[in-house]
T-cell receptor, first 111, second 119 residues
Framework: DAGITQSPRHKVTETGTPVTLRCHQTENHRYMYWYRQDPGHGLRLIHYSYGVKDTDKGEVSDGYSVSRSKTEDFLLTLESATSSQTSVYFC??????????FGPGTRLTVL | DQQVKQNSPSLSVQEGRISILNCDYTNSMFDYFLWYKKYPAEGPTFLISISSIKDKNEDGRFTVFLNKSAKHLSLHIVPSQPGDSAVYFCAASGQDHPYSGGGADGLTFGKGTHLIIQP
């Protein structure tokens, strides 16, 4: 257990509405990540953060923004949700080195 | 362009036998490789990793082999147990971040292999 929680765990929303997913860690780690998992694609990196207010884009960042105002929280925002953003979203943290540890995931459905 | 490939979507193995999961990569900048296990409705769980300076790493029933010249790695599970039934993801990391020296810019994953252990 890496001390990572995600909220909400499930969400159904409508196209065009804003959505914010929250990742919270209790271990004070510097690096945090957001991935999405889709059938036939494995996990793909959306954005990551290497410190408070320090973020960078990943492979599939279009349509997403992130914020990190505190070490323990990393927020993922869909400004205007689309059906293509229906997915399972995973947050991860990195302690030291390359290994990453994942949260339980948020299942998002955009109708 | 897929940089990490797991060409077998599924694999069925009898309980007690060896399970071998394969992974190929194309990016020569990758220098660290990881295997994750995932059950339905849960997050991926880190299993084992290997640095590019090694060709083998062992942890209990799990062994990862790396063949750099072939850009290929494999995960061996011996003996296979019913609880090993899950989706296994191969992942790779490259660029070291100046703050940690680790691959902090994120992992590149394969599409996964669904391992089914038959009783």
């Amino acid at each position: 257990d890496a001390g990572i929680t995600q909220s909400p765990r499930h969400k159904v929303t409508e196209t065009g509405t804003p959505v914010t997913l929250r990742c919270h860690q209790t271990e004070n780690h510097r690096y945090m990540y957001w991935y999405r998992q889709d059938p036939g694609h494995g996990l793909r990196l959306i954005h990551y953060s290497y410190g408070v207010k320090d973020t960078d884009k990943g492979e599939v960042s279009d349509g997403y923004s992130v914020s990190r105002s505190k070490t323990e929280d990393f927020l993922l925002t869909l400004e205007s949700a689309t059906s293509s953003q229906t997915s399972v979203y995973f947050c991860a943290i990195s302690r030291v080195g390359h290994e990453q540890f994942f949260g339980p995931g948020t299942r998002l459905t955009v109708l | 362009d897929q940089q990490v490939k797991q060409n077998s979507p599924s694999l069925s193995v009898q309980e007690g036998r060896i399970s071998i999961l394969n992974c190929d990569y194309t990016n020569s900048m990758f220098d660290y490789f990881l295997w994750y296990k995932k059950y339905p409705a849960e997050g991926p769980t880190f299993l084992i990793s290997i640095s590019s300076i090694k060709d083998k790493n062992e942890d209990g029933r799990f062994t990862v082999f790396l063949n750099k010249s072939a850009k290929h790695l494999s995960l061996h599970i011996v003996p296979s147990q019913p609880g090993d039934s899950a989706v296994y993801f191969c992942a790779a990391s490259g660029q070291d971040h100046p703050y940690s020296g680790g691959g902090a810019d994120g992992l590149t994953f394969g599409k996964g292999t669904h391992l089914i252990i038959q009783p």
